[in-house]
């Protein structure tokens, strides 16, 4: 299968996408179309097919470091769980590897089988298993597969966790609550995985709940690649952190954005998943605001962040997100006509039922794959050009 293909601009010309030339750029007849040159069609949702996470202008390299990758190295072995095997062959499709074959069941109690079909016997294993709903689930099946790769000799395995489930218990709000993100942390490490691989962890502080070491990759890049292809007049735009907590990440994205001025929506929190929208921090009045998360759960947040910015005067409203949970009642709340455009990626599968209009899906493979070799030739992601990843 060949590799993905996008026609959208590469991330670093997205300053001068974003210049103040374009004053008469808008969001609202913008409708974005990328091509996707694969042997098999890509499945395409609401007429926003799957796109690569980067422009291939600013994958393809031309430094001596592109020489020294052995693309055809037999002892690198992928195995996608049931979780997200989409992804799991997207990126395989991108590093032109096959999937590894595993025979993953179910028995009648609800107990789970993993059988390596393969042998890995030395090999450098990596187990591609987002921990999203169900949760639990999905979390036992990658703690099986793991302990099926170490007793099958595999030399180093690597859990590649797209979306980390269990981040947001990362810490106690009030007494006698339990840190389960740590929980979860030694349960890998204890199932015998040598790294971790997550994207957007909900903290950074996740990080040092592992004793092993973990690469933590951003979906940043891939979503700023894609508005860059918007062209939107920087005069125009406004981040907006949808609560105090994401400040710093919407902060980010807004230096990234030809330095975006920044809006916040205060907030409190009368329990899980409820969320009562108390003031506005920033003026939106008359501009695009760019909401930014990373994840969406029950969509309650961002929803009554972007009624409050409607209330403001913003002229559209969009929301960025890398983790799509989307638990009930999201779908309704983000299909209401608040959001000109909701962007996600696939970190988490969207089924069908799930499908709306404003719905885009940008598609981490090449981020994560090219992250992956990078781990297996034990290569930095500082080295240029692949800082901007945010490999860290």
């Known amino acids: 299968m060949a590799l993905l293909h996008s026609s959208a601009p590469a991330l670093t010309s997205a300053a001068t996408l974003f210049s103040n030339n374009n004053k008469t750029s808008s969001l609202s007849g913008l409708q974005h179309r990328i091509r996707c040159n694969v042997v098999e069609p890509l499945k395409c949702e609401n007429g926003h097919p799957f796109v690569s996470t980067l422009s291939n202008d600013f994958l393809a390299s031309k430094s001596p470091l592109d020489f020294t990758i052995n693309k055809h190295d037999t002892r690198l072995r992928i195995f996608s769980g049931t979780a997200n095997p989409a992804l799991s062959q997207e990126i395989a499709c991108y590093m032109g590897l096959e999937l590894g074959k595993i025979k993953i069941k179910r028995f009648a109690d609800g107990e789970i089988y993993v059988q390596l079909q393969e042998s890995v016997r030395g090999c450098d294993v990596f187990l591609v298993q987002p921990t999203c709903p169900p949760a639990n689930e999905n979390l036992m099946e990658l703690l099986i597969m793991i302990d099926a790769c170490r007793r099958a000799s595999a030399k180093n395995i690597t859990a590649v966790i797209p979306y980390f489930g269990y981040a947001r218990a990362d810490r106690k709000t009030q007494g006698r609550e339990s840190i389960a993100a740590k929980l979860v942390a030694n349960l890998i490490t204890e199932a015998g995985a040598n790294r971790v691989l997550a994207c957007d962890l909900h903290s950074g502080q996740s990080m040092g709940y592992f004793d092993i070491p973990v690469d933590h990759v951003y979906g940043q890049p891939v979503i700023l690649d894609y508005l860059a292809s918007k062209t939107i007049c920087s005069d125009d735009l406004v981040v907006v952190s949808p609560d105090v907590g994401g400040v710093a990440r919407a902060r980010a994205f807004a230096k990234k954005l030809s330095d975006a001025p920044l809006a916040i929506v205060d907030k409190r929190r009368h329990g899980h998943n409820v969320a009562e929208v108390m003031n506005l921090i920033g003026d939106v009045k008359g501009k695009v605001a760019v909401m930014v998360d990373d994840m969406i759960d029950t969509a309650g947040t961002i ?51 799930n499908y709306f209009p404003q719905l885009t899906i940008l598609s981490v493979a090449n981020l994560l794959g090219e992250t992956i070799w990078r781990v297996h030739d034990d290569c930095s992601g500082g080295y240029e050009p692949y800082s901007s990843l945010g490999i860290d």
């Open 303 to 353: 929803a009554k962040g972007a009624a409050l910015l409607h209330q403001e005067g913003a002229r559209e409203v969009y929301a960025c997100t890398t983790h799509a949970v989307f638990s009930p009642p999201a779908i309704e709340r983000l299909s209401s006509g608040l959001f000109q455009e909701v962007i996600i990626t696939n970190t988490i599968p969207v089924s069908e039922k």
